[in-house]
Structures are given as structure tokens and as C-alpha cells.
């Protein structure tokens, strides 16, 4: 009997991974395992990480732990790990499979690839590893999120789209797992496809109602559209959705980006409108919500684009002083208060932090310093300085961004021929 049920668990872990879709596609190039409760381990981080419950990484670690020639799991928990932000965590994991990398199966190796370029800022070489993934394994996650992203990030989004539009949403990785719509969306947007971006936001609705960020999408795409009428259901719905732990009412985020979305389309006494009903919701919220730090970083940052700025420079200072936030987090924060001492006109302050930012030795920044700095140049007026930094931040690693095109800091750019160029899609 302990022989047939040793050769049980051989079966059971040798067919499971054909029909679980969520990793089937690279079933025939990717690492195994013949234990069972490794690969059952595994499929619990996978249900996590689908779930967005954040606790994926120990989960896939523990998989890992059960069989160390099944590498898949230590992948994704470093997937995790730098989706989190903690890259000195991911690079970690990572070290552990760089000297076994002629061993491991070629969808192994070519995750290993792709995020070892995302850890040392070459998205085009993340886009070559990504796509290589993809091409022997159609429908995989490498196909169905990373590939997409590294163009999305290379601003190809319409390479991006192409992609995801090849994905079986039923039979590959895709299924059930919101960020495949999440890249679509924000593919159409910056695109200008704005009514295609509508359309997936409420197919996200219809496939994964829990998934808050569908209104997002929708918010974003009504405000382009100046479908304002819808808009303003879609923000009233966003006021009942629950306030999320270490971040608080996502509800806020939406009304913050319908405003710079109505802002950087000529809707800007509506955009104000908007952020002061917001910010009155939601400055009335319980004491324990507004203690979340993150949730003040979110307030002040409403503050400050309406020019509420030394209430929103009290909060950051505060946040700055106590250390609240901390790692890149921390960076932006303490970015924030450089650009409202720019607007301020207490342009030492400003430089003061500038500097003192700029020699900040912490690893894995990619270009986080010369965008920023871009960013003060740009409100200092400085628009040739701007966009050599910008240009300068992109080749240091600093991924294309959906959020571009109505960054608030770089509100002076817009009209500026060398700005809307390198804004436009490559692809």
C-alpha cells in the first residue's frame, strides 16, 4: 500500500500541472516536480496571487522548500517579492538560481532572464527574455502579463494589445487573473482607445466583480471621453467600497484619477470639482483609516493638486520625519516635498532635497532620480534641462508609464514639441 500511494502522489503531480490553466501553457518547458504537496503548495501561492492576497511569496517559498529542483515556485515568489517592492528580496531568490542557470528548463531560464533585467533597469532586454517565454509557451503568464508589460513599458502599447490579443481568456493563464485586463486596459488608454478601455473595464466588472480596480478603468475612460454624467455614477459607487489594510478607501485613487484625467483633457474647474468632493468624503473618515500612512500620502496628494500646499507639506514633512513610509516609498514622498517647495518659491528647500536625494546610495532605483528631478525642472519652467532628464531616466531603467500623459508636475511640457514626441506610442 505505500507503494501505490507513493505512485498516486507521482501521478497526481505529474497530471495536475497539464490541467491547471493557469500554468499548463508551459507545461512541456517549464520545472516539475514528482511531489504532489510541493505542486499543490505551489497552486495554493497561485490562488493567492490571483487573489491579490499578498501572501503569495511565502507560499511559493514553502513549495520551493519541499523540492529545490522545482524552481517555478522560487520564480514567482520573486515575481512577487518586486511586484511588492522589495526588490533586495527578489534579487535574493534570484542569486539562488544564477549559478544553476544552464541546468533549469528553458521557461525557468527565461523568467530567471527576464527578471534579472528588471532588477538592473534594461527593459529591453526584460522584453526580449519576456517574449522569448511567450514564444515557446503561448498562453503562459510570460505571454499573458510579462511580455505585454515589458512593452508597455518600452511605451509599445500597441505591441502591447497585439499580445493580449492572441490570449485564449478561457484556456491560458488569463483566466481569472485581473492584471491580463489591467494591461489591456491601460494599453487602449494610452492609445487614446478610450471606449475600448470602457469595454474592458466592464468586462472586468462581469468576470471578477471583487476586483476594485475595474473602476479605475472605467472612471479614466468616461473622464477622457467627457462622458461626465456616467462619470459621476461611477465615483458615487466608489464611495461604498471598503477601506483596504496598509492602504486604506481605494476610493479616493478613483476620484484622484478621474481629476487628472478631466485635467490634461481641458476639464480642469470640473477636475477641481471633483478632488474637493473627494477630499470631504473622506477626510470625514474614521481615525484608524486616516492613521494609514499611505492614506495620508493619498490625501496630501489631493491636497497638494489643489494647491493646498502647506497643509499637504505638513503631512509629508510628518511622514518624511517619522519614516512611515519607507524604501521607494519613502523617495516619493520626500519628492513631494521638493515639489511643493518649488510651487512654494522656497526654491533652497527645494534644492536642499534635491540633493540630498540624489546621493541616496539605495540600490534598484532605475531611473527614480532623474525623473523626479525632471519633474522639478519642469515646474521650475525648465523644459529643455526636463527633458534631458526624462530622456535620461528611461535609459537608466525607468519603465514607461500609463500616467504620463497627465503627470501634474509636467503640466508646463504639454505643447512642447520634443515632450509630445517622446510621449507619443512608438508602437
Same mark, same amino acid.
Given at each position: 500500500m505505500t507503494g501505490v500511494e507513493t505512485l498516486r502522489q507521482k501521478l497526481l503531480a505529474a497530471l495536475a500541472p497539464s490541467l491547471d490553466v493557469r500554468i499548463a501553457p508551459a507545461d512541456r518547458v517549464q520545472s516539475h516536480t514528482p511531489s504532489y504537496d510541493a505542486y499543490k503548495t505551489f497552486a495554493d501561492g497561485l490562488d493567492d496571487m490571483y487573489a491579490r492576497r499578498?501572501?503569495? #511569496?511565502?507560499? %511559493?517559498?514553502?513549495?520551493?522548500?519541499?523540492?529545490?529542483? !522545482? &524552481?517555478?515556485?522560487?520564480? @514567482? *515568489?520573486?515575481?512577487? @517579492?518586486?511586484?511588492?517592492?522589495? !526588490?533586495a528580496g527578489a534579487d535574493s531568490l534570484l542569486r539562488l538560481l544564477r549559478h544553476r542557470r544552464s541546468e533549469i528548463p528553458p521557461y525557468?531560464? @527565461?523568467?530567471?532572464?527576464?527578471? &534579472?533585467?528588471m532588477l538592473q533597469g534594461d527593459r529591453s532586454a526584460a522584453y526580449v527574455a519576456a517574449r522569448a517565454a511567450a514564444a515557446i509557451a503561448p498562453g503562459s503568464l510570460a505571454a499573458v502579463v510579462l511580455a505585454p508589460r515589458a512593452a508597455i513599458q518600452l511605451n509599445y502599447p500597441g505591441e502591447a494589445v497585439r499580445l493580449l490579443s492572441q490570449i485564449d481568456r478561457e484556456r491560458s493563464a488569463a483566466k481569472g487573473l485581473p492584471a491580463f485586463w489591467n494591461l489591456l486596459a491601460h494599453s487602449y488608454h494610452q492609445l487614446g482607445r478610450y471606449e475600448e478601455q470602457?469595454?474592458?473595464?466592464?468586462?472586468?466588472?462581469?468576470r471578477i466583480p471583487e476586483d476594485t480596480r475595474a473602476l479605475y478603468y472605467e472612471a479614466r475612460a468616461l473622464a477622457a471621453m467627457g462622458r461626465l454624467a456616467e462619470l459621476d455614477a461611477v465615483l458615487s459607487e466608489s464611495l461604498s467600497l471598503p477601506s483596504v489594510p496598509r492602504f486604506g478607501p481605494p476610493g479616493l485613487g478613483v476620484y484622484r484619477f478621474a481629476a487628472e484625467e478631466l485635467r490634461a483633457h481641458g476639464h480642469r474647474e470640473r477636475a477641481s470639482r471633483i478632488l474637493e468632493r473627494g477630499l470631504r468624503f473622506y477626510q470625514a473618515a474614521p481615525a484608524e483609516v486616516l492613521a494609514i500612512p499611505r492614506f495620508q500620502h493619498e490625501i496630501a496628494y489631493v491636497q497638494y493638486q489643489l494647491g493646498?500646499? #502647506? =497643509?499637504?507639506?505638513? &503631512? @509629508?514633512?510628518?511622514?518624511? *520625519?517619522?519614516?512611515a513610509?519607507?524604501? +521607494? =516609498?519613502?523617495?516619493?514622498?520626500?519628492?513631494?516635498?521638493? %515639489?511643493?517647495a518649488t510651487?512654494? +518659491?522656497?526654491?533652497?528647500?527645494?534644492? =536642499?532635497?534635491?540633493?540630498?536625494? +540624489?546621493?541616496?546610495?539605495?540600490?534598484?532605483?532605475?531611473?527614480?532620480?532623474? !525623473?523626479?528631478? +525632471?519633474?522639478?525642472?519642469?515646474?521650475?519652467? =525648465?523644459?529643455?534641462?526636463?527633458?534631458?532628464l526624462l530622456q535620461q531616466a528611461m535609459a537608466e531603467g525607468y519603465a514607461f508609464d500609463h500616467n504620463l500623459h497627465h503627470a501634474f508636475e509636467l503640466e508646463n511640457l504639454r505643447g512642447y514639441a520634443p515632450y509630445e514626441r517622446w510621449l507619443r506610442p512608438k508602437g
Open positions: 499578498g501572501n503569495s #511569496p511565502a507560499t %511559493f517559498l514553502r513549495a520551493y522548500a519541499l523540492d529545490s529542483g !522545482f &524552481t517555478l515556485p522560487l520564480l @514567482y *515568489a520573486a515575481m512577487n @517579492y518586486h511586484g511588492q517592492g522589495n !526588490f525557468d531560464r @527565461y523568467l530567471l532572464d527576464y527578471q &534579472t533585467a470602457l469595454t474592458v473595464a466592464r468586462e472586468l466588472r462581469r493646498r500646499l #502647506p =497643509e499637504a507639506r505638513r &503631512t @509629508y514633512e510628518r511622514l518624511v *520625519a517619522t519614516k513610509l519607507r524604501g +521607494g =516609498e519613502l523617495v516619493s514622498i520626500t519628492y513631494y516635498l521638493a %515639489f511643493i510651487l512654494q +518659491g522656497d526654491l533652497a528647500r527645494a534644492r =536642499e532635497l534635491e540633493r540630498a536625494l +540624489g546621493s541616496d546610495p539605495q540600490p534598484y532605483m532605475n531611473g527614480i532620480h532623474p !525623473f523626479n528631478q +525632471g519633474r522639478l525642472a519642469s515646474l521650475r519652467g =525648465e523644459k529643455e534641462l526636463a527633458m534631458r
